[in-house]
């Protein structure tokens, strides 16, 4: 089965422009069975999908659950959940990334770093300041191996650490924009109908497989060295966000003990 395994819609993502039902049509168009919505630190975009589209117009492509964590010391990193377990710290930026793994791990989850060699700020290798930046990369159990909105180097890094590792891969779009849905692909070798389908073939270690082709519209291409300046913006959005949730975050940390 095929797959988009990095996806943001209008309605979960700030920086989203294709709504989902657009997204899941573009998609089928394009040969694909599923998608990962994994908008930034929400679930709007999936629940718009299971509110107003499951079982209506695409009865057959496969929409799983998903979310973009924006952690305080180590990226971005993609979260999936079994489909029983809903987490609302998930929806909380800030946290370090220790803690996170340790969240996701005993609620039955998975989680890996997207784009491990990507900008400063948003990649696990360009954030940590710890001694080893991957100090915690065996604690994984997957890394977006392959973006399409990332850069030769950055992927051929990506997939060099997923090996050095032994993790699975995924390949995703990352696409924001209608022009860049479905660049990027994951294959499965089993059905994938639910996250915990997902889950379990990742556990298993099963044969999968990603790959793509590269968008040219990015944000970085268009602007050049004014993307440092967005870049470094980002660093002060993430700690503003995270201090602004700080007091939510101890509440729902205080729920899950």
Excluded at 92 to 116: Q, T
Excluded at 133 to 140: E, G, I, P, Y
Excluded at 243 to 256: A, D, S, T
Aim: proline share 4%.
């Amino acid at each position: 089965m095929r797959f988009d395994m990095h996806c943001h819609t209008k309605e979960g993502s700030m920086d989203g422009k294709v709504p989902i039902a657009e997204y899941i049509s573009l998609l089928i168009d394009r040969g694909y069975d599923g998608m990962l919505v994994s908008d930034h630190n929400s679930y709007k975009g999936y629940r718009e999908w299971k509110r107003n589209l499951k079982d209506k117009k695409f009865p057959d492509f496969v929409v799983l659950k998903g979310i973009e964590y924006d952690t305080i010391d180590a990226g971005h990193i993609l979260v999936i959940m079994p489909e029983n377990v809903n987490l609302k710290i998930l929806e909380l930026r800030g946290l370090p990334v220790h803690l996170l793994i340790d969240i996701v791990h005993k609620n039955g989850g998975i989680l890996g770093p997207a784009h491990p060699c990507g900008e400063k700020y948003l990649s696990i290798t360009n954030t940590r300041k710890h001694k080893s930046q991957l100090a915690v990369m065996d604690r994984f159990d997957f890394v977006e191996g392959f973006n399409a909105c990332e850069t030769v180097q950055s992927n051929r890094s990506a997939s060099a650490i997923a090996e050095q590792f032994e993790k699975p891969r995924f390949g995703g779009s990352d696409a924001h924009k209608a022009d860049c849905v479905g660049l990027a692909y994951t294959d499965f070798p089993v059905p994938i109908r639910c996250e915990s389908d997902l889950i379990q073939c990742v556990l298993e270690k099963n044969q999968i497989t990603c790959g793509g082709s590269y968008y040219k519209g990015t944000t970085k291409e268009r602007i050049g060295k004014a993307n440092s300046i967005l870049v470094q913006s980002f660093w002060f959005y993430n700690r503003l966000g995270s201090l602004w949730r700080h007091r939510q975050r101890v509440m729902e940390m205080h729920k899950l003990v």
